[in-house]
């Protein structure tokens, strides 16, 4: 008999990536019914999934909610403390967790994303929630600087035949360093993950942040994943640089970022983006996509 009211989606089953999350995925029955149980919880819905986690539609006495259950990978460990840090201040309200089973009860948003709205608006709209989510960071968090030390170390050793022209490694090392070495590198709570899939529409306020990939960093950071995100929309534009450039110079415009340091951590994250794909023997497209994205905002 199922443990559950519903099946798990396919491509929730289907995405198993090791032997850990397999046994994750496996034990995800049992721990949503227990949360429902322990905290009377009504399914209301068909579930829906990301790449990590699994989120059913709840009713509690009061409210429509969702039931987040999510695998607990590094990137995503301080998940809980940054909601409870934010209180529903520019993203998604918290109203229950459980740590140890890295579990949340949500308030419930609509579907709709930014991916419908014109793509520099939507970098606008993602642009005004930074002064809503970028505070002091709690002591807790992993920090960005702690990160990019160590993918720059990755970074400079990639084959120098690697996919990726040697000079923009030797110039994401050097500023790579820089960087991680700047005090202000780390400090200020970011989302991490802050594209436009993860803005929803709210009631309360119109668009909210959801999925944060929380560290102690700097607002800079955000910026690139604004770039690469709708790359088809940059491609079909007939100018890829221009268009590259709208999106960037529109979200430093609204939150009144630093242009050059801004500019700075796009090309160290998006090197760090093309080391991945050579790595992982991706498609090359994604290393042509991050080369393509690092040139347009220096030319």
Known sequence: MSLLPFDLPPAFLAAARSPEWAAWVDGVPRTVRDLLDEWDLVVDGEPMHGWTSLV????????AAVLKVAWPYEE???EILALQH?????AVRLLRADPRRNAMLLERLSTRD?????????????AGLYA???VPAPPQMLTLSSYIRRYTDDLERLPKDAAIPRRIVDQAVRVGRELSDDPASDGTLIHGDLHFENVLAGEREPWLAIDPQPVSG????EVAM???????EIVASGDVREAVRRRFHAAVDVAGLDEDRARDWVVVREAHNAMWAIEDGDDPDRVTTAITIIKAVQD
Request: charged share 30%; aromatic share 10%.
């Open 56 to 63: 059913v539609p709840v009713r509690t006495d009061e409210r």
């Open 76 to 78: 995503c460990q301080h």
């Open 86 to 90: 934010w209180h529903g201040r520019g």
């Open 114 to 126: 930014l991916t419908q709205m014109d793509v520099v608006e939507a970098c606008e709209v993602i």
């Open 132 to 134: 809503r989510l970028h």
């Open 218 to 221: 700097d607002p800079h950071y």
């Open 226 to 232: 604004l770039l690469f995100n709708r790359w088809d």
